[in-house]
């Protein structure tokens, strides 16, 4: 039977075929906006909010970083040596109390409202006041205005760490005067994180044009920020899958991709970008429960010490991608307190075999948890669970593996019920003293069941009362001894790639801040 | 069994009066129908409440972890005070009546993690996988029924072999890697299509009528805006249509099979009408009905089964952001995600039913 299409048919897909045909070619269409003057930026969004003081999140805070300038600053992303941000800043002796000056005086909010000491003891206060997630870096400290251009803050304890908190994103400058305009109060009945997540109220080089927490953030530069002018106008940050931002970066579609694996980055040749490659703030180690009834094995000190020497720690370099790094404790190794490297844990099977003579094992298998879904910096936890699994058990140690989403994983952790495992910890702040959770008596130390050792908690005493220069061997001291009980066996510090598109010329990106929107050209 | 044989001699022959005065239904046998299947279809709505509450509240696992960060989480005190302001604090049951009162004034909840009123973004993200959907499903029929009505046609020919084969790939290919495929083909090695995104990045979206940008950006008069939007649609929209076109493509062959050898186009080959008559307001209309169903289906489909494709995409509509829900144990977000897409089934069903009930008076009176 032959058919031929009816003339409506036929007009139909000649008309499809002509807009299909002119859609194609809208590649390179403007649309009414400017691409030279626009950076696109691409992660995969870990993004909750962009109020500074409720933020504690990698999106947040590289979105925060663009809009609030800070009271102290790290330059040049040297972690070991805050400096002066917009205040200028002094430690007592004793390291108890702080005294901050106003050292920016003609920095800006982004409506054109002067930055003042009053917005910055607001800021404080707030950050403190609203018991949000990044509350805790104020914890214990009292926030006095001296005068116009002077705050002290005073902490009970000595509190070493305060220099090397206060550059964190969240804790931002605010505008006081509108954020209290818009329910902003000092504490829990604060309602301005709508209207913060929406106007922006920082003295940075940009300011927030469009949120929207599930697909892209757009930031518009600041035009009374008292720094260089940016050369990009606008910042797009989209929320794309890292399969996706490889090809956007190749293409030219995107100028700056955070979340490409070491696989991945390994594709972008010289023509499509380049990847700049800094140490991570993270740390990945194996945790043992301590009590005997959870652990098992692993509550056996002989057992700890036997995994982690049968564990191959280059094999775990090579999983992590170049640039990775042995750790000789959880320290991360560019701060202050850090673990040389050369002392790390080292594979020596012949020690493996003696340990778990003593301790009596007898090749029974060990439940070993982690998140499922989870790479940190690239290194899938899946992968990395699974080799331990195959090196381990080449030295007789037998994991059963028990993997989870990353939220249940979470919540099993922290119920202290879980007898071997993969954790992670990321710096809230780069000072030793961020570790001290994972000592008995510390938050973290509680999920393995770490209730005491006196040995730890005297070297501890001896670390809080160490002055300046004596911190770092202090500190290192004790982590050393730390790591050496294997409660906690540190696998690797994973490194921070940042893929950078070919359209880039210029750039600055460290360790404090990945990628410095307001410096690219 | 006793049957009686009393009644008919024992009760009154009906006065030619009565037999005339046959009862009237009390509805329209048409309105009727509607009516009913607007009752059920409130009953399911309400039946989805309760599975998706259940299912999400059920999950062994504590929101509040995911919430809080590793300091606050160790803090009592902000765990307790969290748990209150989200309402974990109440036994069960009260949570559900507490959630179905809210939505029953409208209100979904507001997301444990970005605190933005559920409803708020689902009418955000709603629109782009309905324009996505609607792309997808109008390039499916398209070609789906083409693609079947030739294979029919042209039965046990090369040409219907190849297209049942294509068929089948179009069901069995995994969306996901079609869709990283079509990507890295269509976009990044021969430049036909745009990047990923509903517009490209240095584009504004357009003034919001309908959430739409191809319809909007005509509505404010935006010709390049369109053709940008227009353009981004393309290839999403077709890689979400393969499994669709597939599903088309066999059951619009088989159902003109079905339709081919009845007496009617018999009849109408005899005329000695047209081929073109024959096939297209013969074989294909009547071909039609069942497929109403399969088409509408299909939607609900594409709605819920979108995850991939938009992730691979960044379309960030209703499945990226239902995504982001689950990881995060966002239960508000999840509740809301899985009621939005009952509905819209129930919806699609509701008018399928009622396109029956319009198309074929037999449907109504059953």
């Known amino acids: ?521 | 069994m006793s049957v009686s044989t009393t009644d008919s001699s024992t009760a009154h022959p009906p006065s030619s009066d009565e037999a005339q005065r046959i009862k009237p239904p009390l509805l329209p046998p048409l309105l009727r129908y509607i009516l009913i299947r607007i009752g059920i279809s409130l009953i399911l709505i309400w039946g989805v409440t309760v599975v998706t509450f259940l299912m999400t509240n059920l999950v062994p696992t504590d929101p509040v972890a995911a919430i809080l960060g590793d300091r606050a989480a160790a803090d009592p005190e902000i765990v307790a005070a969290t748990r209150e302001r989200l309402g974990l604090d109440q036994p069960l049951i009260v949570q559900y009546f507490t959630y179905l009162s809210n939505l029953l004034q409208g209100d979904m909840g507001v997301s444990n993690q970005t605190r933005t009123p559920v409803l708020e973004s689902i009418g955000q993200v709603f629109p782009a996988s309905i324009e996505l959907g609607i792309g997808a499903i109008l390039i499916s029929v398209i070609i789906g029924l083409l693609l079947g009505l030739a294979s029919a046609l042209k039965q046990n020919t090369i040409l219907d072999h190849a297209i049942r084969a294509l068929s089948l790939i179009g069901i069995s290919a995994p969306t996901f890697w079609i869709a990283a495929v079509g990507y890295y083909v269509f976009f990044f090695k021969l430049r036909v299509v745009p990047g990923a995104g509903r517009l490209d990045p240095w584009i504004t979206p357009p003034p919001r009528v309908t959430g739409l940008y191809t319809v909007d950006s005509l509505l404010a008069g935006q010709m390049s805006t369109f053709v940008n939007a227009f353009g981004h649609l393309i290839l999403p929209s077709c890689v979400l249509a393969l499994f669709t076109i597939g599903l088309l493509t066999r059951f619009s062959r088989s159902s003109v099979l079905d339709i081919i050898r009845l007496d009617y186009v018999t009849a109408a080959k005899a005329k000695g009408l047209p081929a073109r008559t024959v096939v297209f307001k013969y074989i294909f209309r009547g071909a039609l009905v069942p497929i109403i169903t399969v088409v509408g289906l299909a939607f609900g489909s594409l709605l819920s089964g979108a995850v991939l494709t938009e992730t691979v995409f960044a379309w960030n509509g209703l499945g990226q952001y239902a995504f982001r829900g689950a990881t995060t144990l966002d239960l508000p977000v999840i509740m809301g995600v899985g009621l939005v897409i009952g509905i819209v089934y129930i919806i699609v069903n509701f008018i399928v039913d009622l396109i029956y009930g319009f198309v074929d008076p037999r449907v109504r009176v059953r």
């Open chain 1, 1 to 521: 039977m032959k058919v031929r299409l009816p003339r409506r048919v036929l007009a139909i897909g000649s008309a499809l075929a002509l807009t299909f045909s002119l859609a194609a070619c809208s590649g390179g269409d403007q649309g009414g906006g400017d691409a030279s003057d626009t950076l696109v930026a691409e992660t995969a969004f870990n993004l909750k909010t962009i109020d500074p003081h409720r933020q504690f999140e990698f999106t947040g805070s590289t979105i925060d970083t663009a809009i609030y300038q800070t009271a102290l600053e790290f330059e040049d992303g040297d972690l070991t040596k805050p400096t002066d941000g917009l205040c200028s800043f002094e430690m007592s002796d004793d390291n108890k109390k702080m005294t901050l000056k106003l050292k920016q005086k003609d920095a800006k909010f982004s409506n054109g409202d002067p930055v003042t000491m009053d917005d910055v003891v607001f800021s404080f206060e707030r950050l403190k006041g609203i018991k949000g997630n990044p509350s805790f870096f104020l914890d214990g400290v009292s926030i006095k205005k001296v005068d116009d251009e002077t705050v002290e803050l005073t902490s009970k304890k000595p509190n070493p760490a305060l220099p090397y908190i206060l550059p964190n994103a969240s804790i931002g400058i605010v505008n006081s005067k509108v954020v209290k305009e818009n329910d902003g109060t000092t504490d829990e009945k604060d309602g301005a994180e709508a209207f913060l997540n929406e106007n922006s109220q920082g003295s940075g080089p940009y300011k927030v044009e469009k949120y929207d927490a599930d697909s892209q953030v757009v930031l518009t530069a600041n035009e009374h920020y008292n720094g260089p002018e940016p050369k990009y106008k606008r910042v797009v940050l989209r929320n794309v899958s890292a399969e996706t931002q490889l090809t956007d970066i190749q293409s030219g579609q995107a100028q700056v991709a955070y979340d490409l694996n070491a696989e991945q980055a390994k594709q972008i040749d010289d023509s499509m970008g380049e990847i700049a490659s800094l140490p991570s703030t993270r740390s990945l180690y194996i945790f043992n429960n301590t009590d005997e009834k959870i652990g098992g094995p692993a509550a056996d000190p002989n057992f700890r010490k036997a995994v982690m020497s049968a564990i191959d720690y280059d094999k775990l370099t090579d999983l992590a991608g170049e640039g990775s790094q042995r750790m000789g404790s959880l320290v991360p190794n560019e701060f202050v307190g850090a673990v040389p490297k050369d002392q790390a844990p080292e594979q020596d099977l012949d020690k493996t075999k003696k340990l778990l003579k003593k301790a009596g094992y007898d090749g029974e298998k060990i439940p070993f948890h982690y998140s499922s879904d989870q790479a940190v910096n690239g290194v899938d936890l899946a992968q990395l669970a699974e080799t331990l699994q195959a090196q381990l058990k080449e030295a007789g140690i037998n994991l059963a593996l028990k993997p989870a989403p990353s939220s249940t994983q979470l919540d099993g952790f922290r119920s202290a019920k879980q007898p071997m495992g993969i954790g992670t910890w990321g710096a809230d702040y780069p000072d030793p003293t961020n570790y001290n959770v994972f000592i008995p008596g510390g938050s973290v130390a509680d999920r393995v069941n770490w209730k005491s050792d006196p040995k730890l908690e005297k070297l501890a005493a001896e670390a809080e009362k160490a002055k300046e220069g004596d911190r770092d061997a202090a500190y290192a001291e004790l982590y050393k001894a730390t790591t050496d009980t294997a409660v906690w066996i540190p696998l690797v510090q994973p490194v921070n790639t940042v893929a950078v598109g070919s359209s880039i010329n210029k750039y600055v990106s460290n360790a404090d801040i990945s990628f410095d929107f307001a410096k690219a050209e």
